[in-house]
């Protein structure tokens, strides 16, 4: 099976096509027939060595597709349903076929196109446990730092509709989107906090970060610590006396999400699909760090 992945930790010269053998449905898991695959900034983490050793590997962490086969233990999906979910091992979605955690996985109504399923465990997914970690009462301010990628589109129309006022950070050419979804867009850099006390003249209830390091550091003072998330600089933020997002990893998480976007309610704004021969090109497009919504691949 020819899957795009990793042979050594390294930087992006280490990623190629690898011929590898198919994947078998283990213990709680379903084998799918991958459709499209969600590329997130923890591929390249992965690949940099972020969570140990794993090479050889293959890239890819969520995926939507056909069920093909169903490990032992499997109830609640048959062969040829169309499902999305997370990989095990955070791993093995750059590929025709790949595992996929049944406890992580949902039906995708046809109504939800792959691209958009498969998106949704990992970025809308960590913005819905980031709000249930912060829980917030309606009326409250959020302030969502780095609003424009994978996680803050989500976490921003989340919040929106959980009756939050959202304060978000972002370069100017993303401010119209997010004032769109009825966020207040402030840029980044010198002068942030001013601009955020301008945007939010009450205060800040809860600050979720998404870029770490003096970015987050610049805006931590705004709250106090035990309403300070970060999903993106976990040592600073413990540091700081915030924490980081707890991951719910469950299937009522994903159905809840998919429903939203069924009924227009949320958009995971998929903005690139690339063909599966260009999965380095869609890496390089998240390794940059100024994504606007997510990238996909396309099998
Ligand atoms: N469960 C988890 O642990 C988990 C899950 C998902 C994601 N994450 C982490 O969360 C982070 C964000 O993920 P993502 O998928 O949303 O990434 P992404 O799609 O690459 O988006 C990051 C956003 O941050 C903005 N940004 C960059 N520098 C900034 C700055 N100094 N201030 C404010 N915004 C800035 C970028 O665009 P502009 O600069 O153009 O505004 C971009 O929109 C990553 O570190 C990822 O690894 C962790």
Redesign the pocket.
């Known amino acids: 099976m020819r899957a795009y992945g990793f042979t050594t930790i390294g930087g992006p010269s280490c990623e190629e096509f690898l011929d590898v053998p198919e994947p078998v449905a283990g213990p709680g898991e379903l084998l799918v027939r991958v459709r499209a695959v969600g590329v997130?900034?923890?591929d390249w983490?992965l690949r940099e060595g972020a969570y140990g050793d794993v090479a050889p590997a293959v890239l890819g962490r969520e995926v939507a597709g056909t069920v093909a086969t169903l490990g032992p233990g499997v109830s609640g999906f048959a062969v040829g349903d169309e499902v999305f979910g997370g990989c095990p091992d955070m791993q093995g979605g750059f590929a025709p076929l790949a595992r996929v955690t049944a406890g992580f996985a949902a039906h995708r109504p046809s109504a939800v196109s792959p691209e958009a399923a498969a998106v949704l465990p990992?970025?809308a997914g960590?913005a819905y446990d980031a709000l249930t970690a912060l829980d917030l009462p309606r009326g409250a301010t959020l302030l969502v730092?780095?609003?424009?990628?994978?996680?803050?589109l989500p976490v921003v129309q989340l919040a929106r509709a959980r009756g939050l006022r959202v304060v978000g950070?972002?370069?100017p050419?993303?401010h119209a989107l997010l004032a769109g979804l009825g966020a207040t867009p402030v840029a980044?850099?010198a002068g942030v906090v001013e601009r955020i006390r301008a945007a939010a003249p009450d205060g800040v209830d809860g600050v979720f970060d998404?870029?770490?390091g003096?970015?987050l550091r610049a805006v931590a003072g705004l709250v106090d610590p035990k309403r300070l998330r970060s999903?993106?600089?976990?040592p600073l933020v413990r540091e700081l006396g915030g924490d980081?997002?707890p991951?719910d990893r469950s299937s009522a998480v994903l159905t809840a999400l998919v429903e939203l976007v069924a009924a227009g309610e949320l958009d995971p704004h998929v903005r690139e699909v690339f063909p599966f021969d260009e999965a380095g090109a869609a890496m390089r497009a998240?390794e940059g760090?100024?994504?606007?919504?997510?990238v996909t691949l396309r099998l």
Do not use: C, I, Q
Request: no cysteine; charged share 20%; net charge positive.
């Open positions: 997130n900034p923890g983490r990992v970025a960590t730092n780095g609003a424009g990628g994978g996680v803050g950070t972002a370069s050419a993303k980044y850099g998404l870029v770490g003096d970015a999903v993106a600089d976990k980081e997002v991951r998240v760090g100024h994504a606007l919504g997510k």
